[in-house]
Nanobody, 119 residues
Framework: QVQLVESGGGLVQAGRSLRLSCVAS????????MGWYRQAPGIQRELVAAIGSGGSTNYADSVKGRFTISRDNAKNTVYLQMNSLGPLDTAVYYCNAHVTVVGGAFDYWGQGTQVTVSS
């Protein structure tokens, strides 16, 4: 079993920054891709940013140039640096990891962390 725990959400004013963190823990696992998704009320969950084990990245068009995803493989941690936040960035942000464990490969999700941006 693998657990993902996010932190770093909160309430900020437009134009400010936040940094989200997500730590994976468990036993006998290895992580390939990691990513951040978000879901606003009434809207389907969407990919924000993803990063491969080698460091390749992918971003949603709406966050390019403002958000940066990074990871520390030694710590099984993925980060999301969010700059120039705006009200449209308000959502619950979820961490995702594609994990290989004994028995196969699975996608795991964190519990989500709320990000609220006031105008």
């Amino acid at each position: 079993q693998v657990q993902l725990v996010e932190s770093g959400g909160g309430l900020v004013q437009a134009g400010r920054s936040l940094r989200l963190s997500c730590v994976a823990s468990g036993s006998r696992f290895s992580i390939t891709d990691m990513g951040w998704y978000r879901q606003a009320p009434g809207i389907q969950r969407e990919l924000v940013a993803a990063i491969g084990s080698g460091g390749s990245t992918n971003y949603a068009d709406s966050v390019k140039g403002r958000f940066t995803i990074s990871r520390d493989n030694a710590k099984n941690t993925v980060y999301l640096q969010m700059n120039s936040l705006g009200p449209l960035d308000t959502a619950v942000y979820y961490c995702n990891a594609h994990v290989t464990v004994v028995g196969g490969a699975f996608d795991y999700w964190g519990q989500g962390t709320q990000v609220t941006v006031s105008s």
